[in-house]
């Protein structure tokens, strides 16, 4: 069955620190890949994805992500952290068969160090 | 910024009560989810629609239902709510570009 991992639960940084969020999947095929950001109290919000192509891709608000094939993995990173990314981070793959499902990680919680 | 609408935000309703969360969305999409997600955990997927009387069972069993009336609406029932209820539903749409969408949630709670 299809799943997606994100080891890590909670990471603590200090703000101006780069940051690295894991993901790694389990799927036979080449997958779509989405990392999301969810803010306390709200839905989530799209920050990259990955459909084919160039395997580093960029998002919003600084973000970018790199998918490694031999690895199963499509890790998160921003050089230099700001207070504001203080948030819950969900890695997702879509399953192909027509109506887009997505599969969500657990999610990984970031807290950041002033 | 994305436009789908889920109200109410907040609900503390007691057991045996039936509710409706609603969902709505402007952008016409055809396709769209509920999610159901605990505290500190993952998204479950518990309905689906591929567009309007379309409705299917997700991957989490739920004693909720859903109805796809029309394309930009597509409420959540739960005929007599339990503690066990209790959790934040998310609901979203998407179309052929694959991302989805998402409310900012209901968070419910049973007493």
């Known amino acids: 069955a299809q799943s997606v991992t994100q080891p890590d639960i909670h990471i603590t940084v200090s703000e101006g620190a780069s940051l690295e969020l894991r993901c790694n999947y389990s799927y036979g095929a080449t997958p779509y890949l989405f990392w999301y950001v969810q803010s306390p109290g709200q839905g989530l919000q799209l920050l990259l994805k990955y459909f084919s192509g160039d395997t580093l891709v960029q998002g919003i608000k600084g973000f970018e992500a790199e998918f490694k094939r031999s690895q199963s993995s499509f890790n998160l990173r921003k050089p230099s952290v700001h207070w504001s990314d203080a948030a819950e981070y969900f890695c997702?793959?879509?399953?192909?068969?027509?109506?887009?499902?997505?599969?969500f990680g657990a999610g990984t919680r970031l807290a950041v160090h002033p | 910024e994305a436009d789908i609408y889920q109200t109410p935000r907040y609900l503390v309703i007691g057991t045996g009560k039936k509710i409706t969360l609603e969902c709505s969305q402007t952008?016409?999409?055809?396709?769209m989810y509920w999610y159901q997600q605990d505290p500190g955990m993952e998204l479950h997927l518990i309905h689906y629609s591929y567009g309007v009387n379309s409705t299917e069972k997700g991957d989490l069993s739920s004693e909720s239902t859903v109805s796809r009336i029309r394309t930009e609406h597509f409420p959540l029932t739960l005929e007599s709510a339990r503690p066990s209820h209790t959790s934040q539903y998310l609901c979203?749409?998407?179309?052929?570009?694959?991302?989805?969408?998402f409310g900012q949630g209901t968070r419910l709670t049973v007493v």
């Open positions: 979203a749409s998407s179309e052929d570009s694959l991302e989805a969408f």
């Open positions: 997702a793959v879509i399953v192909s068969g027509g109506y887009n499902k997505l599969i």
């Open positions: 952008m016409g999409h055809d396709k």
